[in-house]
């Protein structure tokens, strides 16, 4: 099951060493969603970054710096997610949000694979609930038109239950970046 780290919406000290080590430990996508930054703030926090783990990086916003910064996509929110369809592709992933089950049972063409949220009370935001039951997931998301990722109060403990609901993969935010050592959390995510 492939697992998804998204950063902190706030800067978090040492936040590149600590990507770094998540990347050295084996995490293969970082969505770097930053909604309060600059275009110039996420220049210079890809810069920080060691060039080698720029290929992991899913940029959320100022898809323009693909043209700079060797990324491996784009996420497309919801709301902006027709613009997938017109967005040259270079050999770019491109990802999108999902808030709703019907929108997943529609054909996506341009999308790789898409966020599902939120499965669980949220971690990051505390009046977030889950959305979904287990059985109506359990139902949509092995039919869905692309691969989905599970995301909202994902812990290494549900883990096992979001495989058995039928996804693809799993994102995680406050399991990370809110616990005292992020590295030391992902290694626990890693072990489910």
């Known amino acids: 099951m492939q697992l998804i780290v998204i950063t902190s919406p706030d800067p978090v000290a040492q936040e590149q060493q600590i990507?770094?080590?998540?990347?050295?430990?084996?995490?293969?996508?970082?969505?770097?969603?930053?909604?309060?930054?600059?275009?110039?703030e996420l220049q210079e926090w890809l810069k920080e970054l060691p060039k080698v783990y720029h290929r992991h990086?899913?940029?959320h916003s100022y898809h323009q710096l693909a043209e700079e910064f060797e990324?491996?996509?784009?996420?497309?929110?919801?709301?902006?997610?027709a613009a997938a369809a017109v967005t040259p592709k270079y050999s770019l992933a491109f990802s999108t949000s999902f808030h709703?089950?019907?929108?997943v049972q529609q054909p996506?063409?341009?999308?790789?694979?898409?966020?599902?949220?939120?499965?669980?009370?949220?971690?990051?935001k505390k009046d977030y609930p889950a959305a979904f039951t287990k059985e109506k997931l359990q139902e949509i998301v092995p039919q869905?038109?692309?691969?989905?990722?599970?995301?909202?109060?994902?812990?290494?403990?549900?883990?096992?239950?979001?495989?058995?609901?039928?996804?693809?993969?799993?994102?995680?935010?406050g399991?990370?970046?809110?616990?005292?050592?992020?590295?030391?959390?992902?290694?626990?995510?890693?072990?489910?």
């Open 144 to 173: 869905a038109k692309l691969p989905l990722i599970a995301l909202g109060g994902v812990t290494a403990e549900k883990l096992p239950l979001v495989q058995e609901m039928g996804f693809k993969g799993a994102a995680v935010l």
């Open 108 to 124: 996506q063409p341009y999308v790789d694979y898409g966020f599902l949220s939120p499965i669980f009370q949220s971690i990051s």
């Open 57 to 59: 990086i899913m940029l």
């Open 71 to 81: 990324v491996k996509g784009l996420h497309f929110r919801e709301a902006d997610r």
């Open 175 to 192: 399991a990370v970046w809110e616990q005292p050592n992020p590295v030391e959390a992902f290694k626990e995510l890693l072990k489910r």
């Open 100 to 103: 709703s089950l019907a929108d």
């Open 19 to 40: 990507c770094a080590a998540l990347f050295e430990l084996g995490l293969q996508t970082l969505h770097l969603r930053r909604p309060d930054a600059s275009i110039k």
